[in-house]
């Protein structure tokens, strides 16, 4: 008898393997990578029996078509979807029984871009450098799935959660991020910051795993000249010669060379935010 | 050095700051970084662009990229990442970083001889790389001289970056330092070995790039499998040997 696994019948426009990442590689140039929105990850692999660090997809904006080789328990967390097993309606946030051969269908999102989806016992492809995340910049772990994929399943850790339902969290349709200022807001005019702080930004559609690129006030430099290469965070705002800010995701590159204005607490909202969404900063209290 | 915050849980060594200069800002440190708000930009810090290709600011940073991985292993230090840079090092993962700020300031680096143990690896070349003639123009010097310089310049990995495995080597002096081209190649092969700024590298996996290409090497330099998965890590020291 084969192994467990999950073929993939319609990939989407962008369908990986996530999970926590490979942080502690960075001084080797590897990027962090790992689910945009660790959290809903996590919630999803406990919703059906695994350890939150177990890996499973991230689900882009049209959704995609899976069949599992054998009856097993999935749990799709994030974006506003209509899931399908078979025939019958699913929920997300809650775990759904999905029988051997049987279609289970993500459509695209009605609202919000991105849903983890969490299967019994994890999606078992080989680790790299102790994760299989997909790193869409590097190219470490394994390809963005494409139509026909059979994907390796683990065996189940335990039981499903046995809950009823989740409170789903609904996308907003605006993001209010809290910013702290610097490594690099000496490189700008007193008024960048303002700017930052005082304006509404708007997410471009160039955004993608590796940052949020926004449009909106240009972000003055009082420095001219280039910054030699730096190491970057997570959440680090970084203004190119365009003045135009980018917010580094989990797949940002381990260093760069232009300079990072402010550094947003939590990106986990943007993994949510479409092309067009407002988004305006405010001061975090340390 | 002068410490910066990044973030909540990172803080930015800054060695470009404070070289040589008695005039410079004061460091960020402990509460005077916890009580910095957002909404009010700290006094700017002096706004000389920093210099990569100055020895001292690449020799300062391996030391303290040396002692701070050996604080770590040591237990005196909690990171998730020490990643150094040109002129900076990023501690990122910190729990407490105003404290952990504070307690840095008051460490002193092992000099940098007494940290080679890194060890030296050698990599075999085959110098016939076709920007070889604009290097040596660069140089004012012909061919063979730009290949008898980088076979006998001992090169040091300052930093990685780029890509997964690309070493920042040093060891080059700041006179000999090329521009970029001015439009990167779509493909440089991997294991080309080439020159940008003050620094060579050599490209782990194929990419887009614009350094200029010297030679090639057949040596695996990012293996995933391997431990450490670079051949190139932080503090190594380089020879670029003829093939």
Redesign the interface.
Known sequence: MSEPAIEVLRAGALTTVQDLGR????????PRSGALDPGALRLANRLVGNPESAAGLEITLTGCDLRPTRATTVAVVGAEVDVRVGTRPGDTGRPLAVPGGTVLRIGPARRGLRSWLAVAGGITVTP??GSRATDTL???GPAPLRDGDLLPVGAPAGPPAPVDVTVPVVPPAELHLA?????????FT?AA??RL?GTAYEVSPLSNRVGARLTGAPLPR??A?????????L??VQVPADGQPLIFLADH???GGYP?I????DVTPLAQARPGTTVTF???E? | MRIRPVGAHALLLDFAVTMGAPDAAPPDLGDSAATQRPGEPRHPARHTPSRPQDGDVATTVEAWRAELWRRRDQGDLVATEIVPAAATILLDGVPDPPATAARIAGWTPAPPTATAAAGTIEVPVTYDGEDLPAVAAHWRVDVPAVVRRLRETEFRVAFCGFAPGFGYLTGLPTELAVPRLATPRPRVPAGSVALAGPYAGIYPTASPGGWLLVGRTGLTLFDVRADPPARLTPGTRVRLVPA
């Open positions: 942080p502690s590689w960075a001084h080797l140039g590897v790299v450098l590097s190219g470490l910013v702290r200022p610097g490594p690099r807001h000496d490189w007193p910051l303002d702080l009082a420095v000249g280039e910054l030699p290469s730096e190491g970057i965070v959440g680090a590159p381990t260093t990072v402010a550094v947003v607490d405010h001061g975090s340390r």
